[in-house]
């Protein structure tokens, strides 16, 4: 098909299928991952493939045989949806392929921080916070879990308990003490 002929949001989609909201890897970076963040996309890339769209593809057929698709809510919708499944199913199917799955309970009992930890640090001001040190596509700020490439994150890799590191925010460095490091216990 000739490219002048591309809606540019269709073209757009083919080109760019990063999850909005998530930063993309660092170039040359591996895509570390929990084993339960990996069960998770994985469920979800399973369910999308063998419950939503069949069930979009169902509806799309019916609706399509409805008569004239250009007033047909059911058909439009229905493509709009498809269009969303594909992209997201691409975004999962490529991110698990290049995933590299790091078990945090192979460092239980350690002082040294490591992808999957869990570590509670003072502040300069004295105030503390705990975070769990996750995969990018796994993080999720509003439950205490940072990206390991986040400016925090990569402050306090490789640091010990009782150490003292600098992390640059945007408000210049700000130097924090690490007060605990945690791992899940071994399964």
Do not use: C
Not at 24 to 30: E, K, T, V
Not at 47 to 75: H, I, Q
Not at 118 to 132: F, H, I
């Amino acid at each position: 098909m000739n490219k002048a002929f591309v809606r540019e949001s269709d073209a757009a989609d083919d080109e760019d299928d990063e999850a909005p909201g998530l930063p993309p890897l660092p170039a040359g970076a591996r895509n570390y991952i929990t084993p339960q963040g990996y069960a998770r996309l994985r469920a979800e890339l399973m369910t999308l493939l063998d419950v939503e769209r069949p069930k979009v593809v169902e509806t799309v057929s019916w609706a399509a045989k409805n008569g004239d698709r250009s007033e047909n809510g059911d058909y439009l919708y229905g493509k709009k949806r498809l269009r969303e499944i594909d992209r997201r199913i691409r975004f999962l199917t490529r991110r698990l392929d290049i995933a590299e799955v790091a078990d945090p309970s192979a460092h239980h009992g350690s002082d040294q921080v490591f992808f999957g930890a869990t570590v509670t640090y003072a502040t300069a001001a004295g105030d503390e916070r705990t975070v769990t040190i996750k995969g990018i596509d796994e993080a999720d700020s509003l439950a205490g879990e940072v990206s390991w490439i986040s400016p925090i994150a990569r402050a306090l890799l490789k640091a010990h308990e009782g150490d003292e590191v600098q992390v640059v925010t945007p408000g210049g460095v700000e130097r924090i003490e690490i007060v605990d490091v945690r791992y899940p216990a071994p399964h």
